[in-house]
């Protein structure tokens, strides 16, 4: 999802030239080390969240509901206080106690994360649907969405929108039928069958972008960050002619399968660098290719994903660790054993420790503590009883001999 993270990947190009290559990760100190703000108890990770705070808590969530984990109230809490009145996220606020003005600037991409993170926990049903509200209020024209309102709509803030109006249960249909109008036709020279960000915007032309089409394709499904293993696609691999977003989706999913064969991970270039493994991207189409029914396509990266990935995720922070986890769990993996890391447990580390853990850890203290009593008790008992017979033997004793 680093794709819909446009601002945060500017202000952290730096560190993303520096997690390239597995030996730049040893003893780097990436800028975003050192946050310009206090890093809230609440909050996951440790970089400065001025950029993505709402989303990698959103983020952070929903994986760990996605497998079972309860999180924390202190992370849930951060997540429903950093809500505007209207209903919109900001990427972060922080200072909560100050109302939204015309000076925060409010994003679809923050507030459909946290919305699907805060529908998937449940209880929140105010927030959810505020949320919800706010996001059809700054629709465009065209039925999608851009990442700040009032912007030309891309592929990728439409798709995770659709996720968030569908946890909510609203109407998609819309959205999702803007979505086919973003994919490249199959006979297209370069790119058939992937999506577009946006039409290029001075010749309209459709331009496929990997970034976009592992997007589209959960949304053009109506589905949202977390999706499950998807039933097997019947057009297999081949491109059809789209006209229906679930069609649209296969051909983007199919794009990515090509994409992705040979060296199973997708590549991003940084200016003036030569052509770099894309972790987070290729985790995403990992994604949707699990959720369009491809897992096939996407084992060679998911394994990729298992033996590479893992000193990236620990730089990048909570939302890599979780679309590790989206990515496995859409086909079907383990995240608590991909490859040689378990991804809830690096994901926990980065906040405050979930509710499950500490249950479980207070329920063992109990049980432990129960036992000893029980035993001790027992042998209390058992004293007591011995002493009591032995008393009743002595006094029959001298009656005896009385």
Not at 13 to 37: E, G, K, N, R
Not at 198 to 225: E, I, M, R, T, W
Not at 338 to 362: C, I, M, R, W, Y
Request: net charge neutral; aromatic share 6%; proline share 5%.
């Amino acid at each position: 999802m680093t794709f819909r993270r446009s601002a945060t990947a500017l202000a952290a190009s730096a560190v993303l030239c520096a997690v390239a290559a597995p030996t730049a990760f040893a003893d780097d100190a990436s800028p975003s080390a050192s946050p310009s703000v206090v890093i809230p108890s609440g909050l996951y990770g440790k970089t400065d969240p001025t950029y993505d705070g709402v989303w990698r808590q959103s983020l952070a969530l929903l994986a760990q509901h996605t497998v079972g984990v309860r999180p924390a109230a202190k992370a849930v809490d951060w997540l429903t206080g950093q809500q505007c009145a209207d209903g919109g996220f900001a990427s972060f606020r922080a200072d909560v106690t100050k109302p939204c003005d015309g000076k925060v600037l409010l994003d679809t991409n923050a507030t459909a994360a946290a919305v699907q993170a805060l529908s998937a926990l449940g209880g929140h049903d105010d927030a959810v649907k505020k949320g919800a509200g706010w996001l059809k209020s700054v629709a465009g024209k065209d039925g999608g969405w851009s990442y700040n309102p009032g912007g030309a709509s891309d592929a990728n803030s439409t798709s995770v929108v659709i996720g968030a109006l569908a946890a909510a249960g609203d109407p998609t249909a819309a959205a999702r039928k803007m979505l086919v109008s973003l994919s490249i036709p199959c006979d297209a020279k370069d790119g058939g069958g992937a999506f577009a960000y946006q039409p290029d915007k001075k010749s309209g032309k459709l331009y496929a972008n990997a970034d976009a089409s592992g997007a589209a394709v959960l949304g053009a499904l109506g589905l949202g960050l977390a999706p499950d293993p998807g039933g097997k696609d019947a057009g297999g691999t081949g491109c059809l002619n789209a006209s229906t977003p679930t069609q649209a989706a296969h051909n983007g999913a199919t794009y990515l399968a090509g994409a992705t064969a040979g060296k199973a991970y997708l590549k991003s270039a940084m200016p003036g660098a030569e052509d770099q493994p894309d972790f987070g991207n290729t985790a995403d189409a990992v994604t949707a290719l699990g959720a369009d029914g491809l897992p096939a396509q996407a084992k060679q990266s998911l394994a990729w994903l298992e033996q590479n990935a893992g000193p990236w995720a620990a730089q990048a922070g909570p939302a890599a660790y979780a679309q590790l986890i989206f990515a496995a769990h859409a086909n079907g993996a383990d995240p608590r054993a991909f490859g040689s890391l378990d991804l809830v447990e690096q994901l926990n580390a980065t906040g405050p420790a979930p509710v499950a853990a500490k249950s479980a850890e207070n329920a063992e203290k109990k049980d432990s503590d129960s036992s000893g009593v029980s035993v001790w008790w027992i042998v209390g008992i058992g004293l007591v009883a011995g002493i009591g017979i032995g008393f009743l033997i002595s006094m029959r004793g001298r009656k005896r001999t009385s």
